[in-house]
């Protein structure tokens, strides 16, 4: 039921952001690659992409709330 809500969470946050920040959280926080190597890969520095993953981590805390904790 908790990974239900994550899908939910996460299928409606990915719409307020652009592609690329989307991109850039997918691959460091789900799939655990390396900032500097999603950075090489989406043309951003690897200081972006782990602000582009604080930033939705920070709106999804926002969606769901202490169940993240």
Do not use: N
Not at 28 to 42: K, S, Y
Not at 45 to 67: H, I, M, N, P, Y
Request: charged fraction near 30%; proline fraction near 1%; avoid cysteine.
């Amino acid at each position: 039921e908790l990974q239900a809500l994550y899908r939910r969470a996460l299928a409606v946050l990915q719409t307020e952001f652009e592609l690329t920040t989307w991109q850039a959280f997918w691959r460091t926080a789900v799939d655990g690659q390396r900032p500097a190597e999603v950075a090489t890969e989406l043309g951003m520095t690897a200081g972006g992409v782990r602000k582009s993953k604080s930033r939705v981590l920070r709106r999804l805390r926002e969606e769901v709330g202490d169940l993240l904790d």
